[in-house]
Structures are given as structure tokens and as C-alpha cells.
């Protein structure tokens, strides 16, 4: 088979990474992909929210397989397109993509079908919101409406800040024009659960946690992600169960009621509450940087899996290890504020290998043949082991091989789960 992976960051390399142990696969395509895939993957020019481009390198090309990375190239309309001109494609509809594209969409569909999650209310007048959150205790959650690339979401803990954020949102319009979100604070630890999702039929993934701060002990701002473990100890089997049972199982069953089908995956950001599991968003893609250590725990074949729930055939379920999998994100000193890009990374690529070591690509180029930073998180370490302590000694001494004054980390990626 012919394979084409589209997007360029470490959910994508880890993607690629898997496809390339398939004995089904004979060529891999990347669009427009990194420079540490190009290790395994032909990387192709193209935007991934370039459609057209992408359909048409598929039909020359003669792809058998899609699959589909980041929301943009979902909410663009990628598998409606590839499936009109009779392309297999991994990946949601655009009117399936909703549940992420749109808060109040997710939002009203959770409430409507018994999906536990925080009250709220939405709001497209800045006024009107400001008012109702000044009339509420804080902390309060603001959430953009649309797509804002992880960055959409400020939990104001005065009205000060809540200010800043709405009038951020709804006048100076920072994400697009768009809605606001306003939902009731929950407390309790995050995590996120993934699974393959075609119409009612779900298949689990490993639970995981992300750190979404960019300083130790979860202090400092937002980014993308700084890290990220297998293996939770706070979420009992019975939790796990309802949450596929009551969340994940039951949101499937709602998109196929209101007829728009999921047909990819369905990432479910949880939280364990004082009241039990709910939702505090839902993602129609693979996670990042989740995705870059729960897929190195997959033993069987992911290819199949992909075909199958981009053509409704049947397959057998996915083979997940019993181990635990860290990684940590070297990112760019100044992330997620301004940073500069250019510096040189060493990299021991072959004492990596020997120890083991997943190490994906998040914002590199080539230059002269060295690696060199290119985004604000670069390059990601995954390790597996028996124990979460195993794990964890290995990556922070794959981070600390890794030479480049300006990149830093987390030291406390799991540090809380010990």
C-alpha cells in the first residue's frame, strides 16, 4: 500500500512511525511533513489545509490509504473531498469535526444526550458576557467557540483577566469572529482518553496525561503540550469503563443520531471531578503530544485499523502493551511567547536507537545537513517501561543527551504519578 500522513509535527511523525512498521506498506508520504520524518516518509510540498492539492497528489499518485492529522485539515474539508472522488481516508467529515470546531455545538450535543460535563452559557455579544461572568464566582473558563490551535481557552481568576480574555475574543476577535463559551470551573486531575471511532463502533486506546504548562509544577502559560505519560494511577478500571462507557460509547451513538457520523478518532479531555468523570472538551483527532506516547505502545498492526474505520469493514481490535511510555518536549526557549529558530541541534541519533528511544520531530529543518530549530516545541524523546519510575529515568536522560542551549524542558513530566 501506498500511504499518505497529512500534517508536519510530532503527532504526525509518531502516525508515520507506526504506518512504517506495517507490512503493508510499501511507500510512505508525508504533506508537507518535518525533517526528522524524512527519515521514514517522502515529504511533499503541500499545505495541509491545501485540499485540492493534497486530492490531486492522491490520484497521481495513487495513494491507497489517508490519514489525516490536524483539525484544520479536517474543518477544511479534506475527507468530504477525498470521499467524493472514491478515496479511502482516515479521518471525520467537516460536519463531524464540529464536535471540536465549535464548543457550543460539543457543548449542546453533551447536554442534549446525557454527556457529563460543566454547565455553560455562549455568548457573541462582549457586554453581555462580561456581565454574566462579573454575576459568577471565579475562577471562570472563557473558551473560544472555533479553532484557536490550543490556545483558545483562559481561566480567568478575576474579573480583571476575564475582561482581557472576552474583550480579546469578541472585539479584537484574536481567533476570528466567533462565540464565547462560558462554562462552570471543575477541579480535579485531567487526562485525556482516545479511541478509533466509526459510527457507534469504538475501540479504546491507552489513558494518558498531558502537561499543558509550560513551567515546572504547572506553573506559567498555556502551550501545546510540554510532555506527556502512560499508565494513570488515579483512574481505576471502573472509571476507565464508564468513561468509554458513558463518554466516549454514548458521544459516538449521539453523532450518529444527529446524523454526522464519526469516522476517525475521538479524543476525550477528562477530568475526574469531586462528582465523578466529565468532559471538559472533545478533540476529533489524535492528541498532541498524546499521541506521541501511546502509539509506541501499539504491538499489532496499525494499517489495518486505519482502513477499516475509513470504510466501515470490519477488523480486529488493536494490541496494546502492558508497558508505560513518557515523553518530554524540548521546546524553544521563550515558548509559547516569542523564540528564535536556526540553532543547531545535537542529536545522538545512534546511542538514542540503541537505548530504545522514540524520538519524534515537532519543529526541526535541515541546514547543511544538521538539525536546527524551526518551532517553538521542537523535538520529543518517548520511552517505554514496566513502571512509570523505569520510563521516567530514561527519557530525562535521553533530554539531557539532546545539545542545544536553546532548548529547555520539563523536569517534572509524571513527577506527580510517583
Partial sequence: MKVLVVGSGGREHAIAAAVSRSKLVSRIF????NAGM??????VPL???????????????GIDLTVVG????????????FRAEGLRIFGHTAAATRIESSKEFAKQLMLKYGVPTAAYRAFSDYEEALAYVSGRPFPAVLKYDGLAA???????????EAREALASMLLDHSFGAGRVVVEDYLEGPEFSFMCFVDGQRVMPMPLAQDHKRALDGDEGPNTGGMGAYTGLP???SDERDFAFREIMCRTAGAMVAEGCPLSGVLYGGLMKTADGIKVIEFNARFGDPETEVVLPLLESDIVPVFSAFASGEAVEPPVWSNDVSIGVVLASRGYPGKYGKGYEIGIPEERLRAG?????????ALRDGKFVTAGGRVIMPV????????????????????DCSELRFRSDIARQAL
Fill in 38 to 43: 524524512a527519515s521514514i516518509a517522502e515529504c
Fill in 150 to 160: 490550543g490556545k483558545g481557552v483562559v481561566i480567568a481568576k478575576d474579573i480583571a
Fill in 356 to 364: 530504545g528511544v522514540e524520538l519524534y520531530h515537532m519543529g526541526t
Fill in 234 to 236: 488515579f483512574i481505576s
Fill in 30 to 33: 508525508c504533506a508537507p511533513g
Fill in 47 to 61: 499545505k495541509d489545509t491545501d485540499v485540492s492539492g493534497l486530492l490531486a497528489f492522491a490520484k497521481a499518485e
Fill in 70 to 81: 490536524p483539525e484544520s485539515s479536517l474543518s477544511a474539508g479534506i475527507v468530504d473531498a
Fill in 383 to 402: 520511552c517505554r517501561g514496566k513502571s512509570l519510575a523505569e520510563a521516567r529515568e530514561r527519557v530525562y536522560e535521553a533530554a539531557r543527551s539532546i
